[in-house]
């Protein structure tokens, strides 16, 4: 039978593994392998995908793909064979007692004034956000990997300046499924840090120690970081740190990141074994008398025995090299430059360990891998009763993913949200703050009026910079709420079922369910909605998630929905808010299915995901986030929106002769908006002042509100000289769709090319035109 047949609760075990390429070695990373018993958990609403539980953990998989596995009736109880890994007990390490597990060094201990770097790598969900911010405090800064969009988080230790942290994409395995993973280990292949912190979920430390063995395999000073003992301490379980050790020869340090415990001496220990490169003592998991006969053992040290040379001339770590190329990774095949006599050898010593093993090359590492973690798992974890977190997310999951109350809840939840954004707190708070940025106005007016300032210096300080900057800076806590609520969101587990939910709904517009959490960020920001579609294996989801994501109205268009609201809807503004949200996804479904039955026709990628435990998001992290935001924001305010706001001044203050003008009618703005106007008389709105506001968005959207401040004033009784109710809804519906802004763009390019880029420009520029004019003539047959 094949694992799409079980039923609610029955077990399984796996016999074998289909499928082919990429996506079934991602099947055998997720511990998909064969012997191993599985649960059926439940369906999603919509009957697909599944939910399943392995190794500890909940996974889902589509029902199509689930056909893949061919399984076999396990009965109630029945565990997975295997025996206990024997070790010797070696006593944990103490301060000054270091270097009991490395049997390797490189030599001698680095300089003093050399900087310690480090790469920080873990699992997704394992609490890897959290140990970084308690590493670097608040010594941390925000780039990019070269020539890719992931965010790159670096940051020193403490107050250590000889020190630097990396903290690197969560990822499941060093296979390169994603784009994200292939980050990480071409950090570590070509940054070569001088060590690596492994932070493991001790709570489901069979799944997590999966990528561990791939980081040793790299031979780079490292320790593990077992993170959430107090839970496994709490729910009656515990780790027997020495005999861990001992097995993996690294040192292993019980911590919990978010109590703030044990990272004194993790970080101690990082030192240490950077410092002295202290190596992993055990290199080698697989076994010379197997159940496989030691075939694996073989296979593998003939490889390494093949491409030594290469390896080393390459600076690729041999034993993680062997490894990849039992696998089949062209992009380590490349990178060693074998020529074709030794090519065809590693191809007959992998067709002979086939042959002896009775499994495929794929199925025989993975399953290597988990054996020894079985094996280590029985020797050194005491297993803890059900967890309360484990229980807590079930009860919670019958509500948020039941079959009738998944959606429901998921509508009620994003409405709950946009209402308290909207029109309670961040409605209250961004009251505040134009409150306050009108009391700094007249205080400096009053100012530059008793000192008897120019006129034209007093205009720009007071019409141009106060009424343009302070008119975007007024919306910040509106936007600093929507974001604590997503992030919210995001932290506590919620987003993976909102995919899971999504994903049969989603595959009929011929995207994935995980295209569903970028589109759900581009509610805060496109940029880093764009950057999260990098987690998606499929180029062609990808790329289709990218041209949809901008169509989700992200908080930069608050400002412009909030001042046309006060003007034209003032009784009604979480109601117009929420319609432009909703607006935004159904456009955005509409696109989808054209692209989807055009130019990316085609399947979607396999839904394969982790669903992890409900937990309470740290605080901090999702302060820092928020603050993060909040930065950004007013550096915007003060940078780019700043200067179009100062230009947007001068250009209408001027004519041609640089005279002051008496009627901005007569300016250049008037003169450069003119001759983009008619494009938007179909729409009712062909005023100068309206497409001159509409160019300054595409700098950052804050800016059409700034450039209508400064070319109106401040109060909105003036936008009704522009405006009528209807044209008002067409001009938020244009600016809802229209192209997103430069930094969105640029993100755009650098994923998917220039070209790209521009065509999502235009396209966006047209499909806004086109709804925008369907808007205002069905507007105008109803009241007429």
């Not at 001759?675 to 800016?703: H, N």
Request: charge should be negative; aromatic fraction near 8%; hydrophobic fraction near 45%.
């Amino acid at each position: 039978m094949t694992l799409d047949q079980l039923k609610k609760g029955e077990k399984a075990r796996i016999l074998s593994v289909g499928g082919s390429g990429s996506l079934r070695q991602h099947f055998l990373d997720m511990g998909l392998i064969p012997g191993k018993t599985i649960t059926y958990i439940k369906a999603a609403p919509m009957g697909d995908p599944i939910e399943y539980r392995i190794w500890g953990y909940e996974l889902t998989l589509r029902l199509s793909d689930a056909k893949e596995i061919q399984v076999e009736p396990a009965a109630d109880g029945e565990e997975d064979a295997g025996s206990a890994l024997v070790v010797d007990k070696v006593e944990h390490p103490g301060l000054g007692e270091m270097g009991k597990y490395h049997t390797s060094p490189k030599g001698a201990a680095l300089s003093e004034g050399e900087i310690l770097t480090f790469g920080l790598a873990g699992n997704q969900n394992c609490g890897k956000t959290t140990l970084f911010n308690r590493l670097t405090g608040s010594n941390q800064h925000v780039g990019n990997f070269p020539g890719v969009t992931v965010d790159r988080k670096d940051g020193q230790i403490g107050k250590m300046s000889n020190t630097l942290v990396t903290d690197l994409p969560g990822i499941y395995s060093m296979s390169p499924y994603t784009s994200e993973e292939i980050v990480t280990r071409e950090f570590f292949l070509n940054d070569k840090p001088k060590g690596i912190i492994n932070i493991v979920d001790a709570t489901n430390i069979e799944r997590n120690m999966y990528l561990t063995l791939q980081l040793i395999e790299l031979d780079i000073p490292m320790v593990l970081a077992l993170n959430m003992m107090d839970e496994v301490h709490a729910n009656g379980g515990t780790i027997k740190i020495n005999e861990l050790e001992a097995a993996l020869g690294i040192p292993v340090i019980p911590i919990s990141a978010s109590r703030n415990e044990g990272i004194e001496e993790l970080i101690d220990h990082a030192l240490h074994v950077a410092k002295f490169q202290e190596c992993p003592g055990r290199m080698d998991f697989c076994d010379a008398e197997g159940e496989d006969g030691g075939a694996l053992h073989r296979c593998l040290h003939s490889i390494m025995h093949l491409i030594e040379d290469h390896a080393k001339a390459k600076g690729i770590p041999v034993r993680f090299a062997a490894g990849k190329l039992v696998e089949g990774d062209r992009l380590i095949l490349e990178k060693l430059e074998l020529d074709q006599n030794e090519q065809e050898l590693l191809e007959h010593i992998i067709l002979q360990l086939e042959k002896e093993s009775g499994i495929d090359r794929n199925a025989a590492l993975a399953n290597m891998r988990f054996t020894f973690i079985d094996k280590v798992c029985k020797a050194t974890v005491v297993k803890p009763r059900e967890s309360r977190e484990h229980m807590r997310s079930q009860s919670i999951d019958r509500l948020l993913t039941g079959k009738f109350t998944a959606i429901p809840s998921f509508i009620g939840i994003m409405a709950l949200i946009f209402w308290l954004t909207f029109g309670v707190i961040g409605a209250w708070l961004s009251d505040l703050m134009e409150s306050g940025i009108g009391w700094l106005t007249d205080l400096a007016d009053q100012a530059l009026m008793a000192a008897d300032i120019n006129p034209v210096i007093h205009s720009l300080v007071i019409d141009g910079a106060f009424a343009g900057v302070g008119s975007v800076l007024s919306f910040l806590p509106t936007i600093v709420t929507l974001f604590f609520f997503l992030s919210f969101l995001e932290d506590s587990g919620y987003m993976a079922r909102v995919a899971f939910v999504m994903d049969k709904i989603l595959r009929k517009l011929g995207l994935s369910g995980r295209s569903f959490v970028p589109m759900i960020i581009g509610f805060g920001c496109t940029v880093p909605a764009i950057m999260a579609t990098r987690t998606l294996p499929s180029e062609r989801d990808r790329k289709m998630t990218i041209m949809l994501t901008p169509f989700m109205s992200c908080s930069a268009k608050l400002p412009i929905y909030g001042l046309l609201t006060a003007a034209f809807f003032p009784k009604h503004g979480a109601v117009v808010m929420t319609l432009m949200y909703f607006t935004g996804i159904i456009v955005a479904v509409l696109y989808a299915l054209i692209l989807g039955n055009t130019k990316f026709k085609g399947e979607p990628v396999p839904f394969v995901m982790e669903l992890p435990n409900y937990r309470f998001p740290g605080l901090k992290s999702v302060g820092r986030l928020i603050w993060d935001k909040a930065k950004d924001f007013i550096t915007r305010a003060f940078t780019v929106i700043f200067v179009a706001t100062l230009i947007i001044w001068f250009l209408q203050t001027f004519d041609s002769h640089l005279n002051v003008v008496s009627s901005s009618h007569d300016s250049l703005l008037a003169m450069v908006g003119g001759f983009i106007a008619p494009i938007f008389v179909p729409l009712g709105f062909g005023d100068w002042r309206v497409s001159t506001a509409l160019i300054t968005g595409f700098t950052a959207k804050e800016s059409v509100v700034s450039t209508m401040t400064v070319l109106l004033g401040s109060g909105v009784d003036a936008l009704t000289t522009m405006f009528t109710p209807l044209t008002a809804v067409v001009f938020l519906v244009f600016t809802l769709l229209y192209t997103p802004c430069v930094a969105a763009i640029g993100a755009v390019r650098k994923e998917l090319g220039g070209k790209w880029a521009f065509a999502i420009v235009v396209l966006q520029c047209m499909v806004a035109w086109v709804v925008a004019f369907a808007v205002n003539v069905v507007g105008g047959l109803l009241i007429g």
